[in-house]
């Protein structure tokens, strides 16, 4: 299946910024385009703005700025960029994440300059018009910057909330049961395991409700926390404990050779010798008889994360 993600159209090399030019990204383009189809969107170009074009900035209150021209406070772009982001929202419900281009007075998600209006001294930093509106929209879209992306482990918890926040799109367009939500749980085991073990075991105790009346209610509790919960960024450590975790539940399955093999793959992991996806390609493997069906769904042993 196809997974849809926005993305601020000059980041794919786009020529739409307002000097003409573009911001093209290689790690959006060579590698994420690899797992997610892109829906490029350029609010400035949206608006009917030309190009190239004078540039705009954000000016005013920190809380709620105003898009203006940078060389005329009076020419004000706010209204338009506004709705111009609504309009996306009703026309693009099917994303799964979002790719912002970073300081952008529409798109930049957490460094946009904010003018004074009298004296153009700045006041301080906020979120773009048009990434504000997604995410009001999308409170647990999960969304970053592609300057942000650069950082590896940054990038593995993006994706991974890409990949939850689309089986979560499929999952809701079903009736929503016990049994599905406590299936989708147990596939994300490790991963909660990484990011937030503790969640992990709460959102356990959630599901674990024979009596709930409305489990769609129950759903939406457990998906903002499930989403909070993927945005911390795993660690090195939690990471080995999971992999030792993985490993003492799948050794019956293994061979004294790949039992040993394993747990060398992981010390060096640890060691930061080789990358996390050299243990789980490792895994996915030699992890294969029936007696670890469930390991096998594990998200978290995926291609992709």
């Known amino acids: 299946m196809t997974i849809k993600i926005g993305i601020s159209s000059c980041l794919l090399g786009n020529e739409v910024r307002y000097d003409g030019g573009h911001k093209h990204s290689m790690l959006c383009t060579k590698t994420l385009s690899d797992f997610f189809e892109f829906v490029p969107v350029c609010p400035e170009v949206g608006i009917g703005l030309p190009i190239p074009r004078q540039a705009i900035q954000l000016v005013g209150r920190l809380l709620a700025p105003q898009a203006v021209l940078s060389s005329d406070h009076a020419i004000n772009y706010t ?33 946009v300059t904010i003018h004074a209006v009298e004296k153009g001294c700045v006041i301080g930093q906020g979120r773009g018009l048009y990434a504000k509106v997604i995410t009001d929209a999308y409170p647990f879209l999960p969304v970053e910057e592609s300057g942000r992306l650069e950082d590896l482990h940054i990038r593995e918890s993006f994706i991974t909330r890409v990949f939850a926040y689309s089986d979560w799109q499929q999952l809701i367009s079903k ?27 709460l959102l356990g105790s959630l599901l674990d409700n024979d009596n709930a009346i409305c489990w769609m209610d129950i759903a939406q509790q457990y998906f903002s926390a499930l989403m909070k919960s993927l945005s911390q960024l795993a660690t090195r450590e939690s990471h080995t404990t999971v992999l030792l975790a993985i490993q003492r539940y799948a050794k019956n399955s293994l061979s004294v050779d790949e039992n040993t093999e394993l747990i060398k793959c992981i010390d060096r992991y640890q060691l930061a010798e080789i990358p996390l996806a050299a243990v789980k390609t490792f895994l996915r493997h030699h992890v294969k008889n029936d007696s670890n069906s469930i390991m096998l769904k594990q998200v978290y042993l995926q291609a992709y994360i």
């Not at 209204?79 to 300081?103: A, C, P």
């Not at 049961?177 to 075991?201: G, N, W």
Request: glycine share 4%.
């Open 79 to 111: 209204d338009r960029l506004v709705k111009y982001g609504q309009q996306v929202v009703e026309e693009t419900s099917d994303l799964s994440g979002y790719i912002f281009m970073e300081k952008s007075p529409s798109c930049g998600l957490f460094s």
């Open 175 to 201: 009736e929503i049961t016990q049994p599905l939500l406590i299936d989708f749980h147990s596939r994300y085991k490790y991963c909660l395991m990484a990011h937030d073990p503790v969640k992990y075991l």
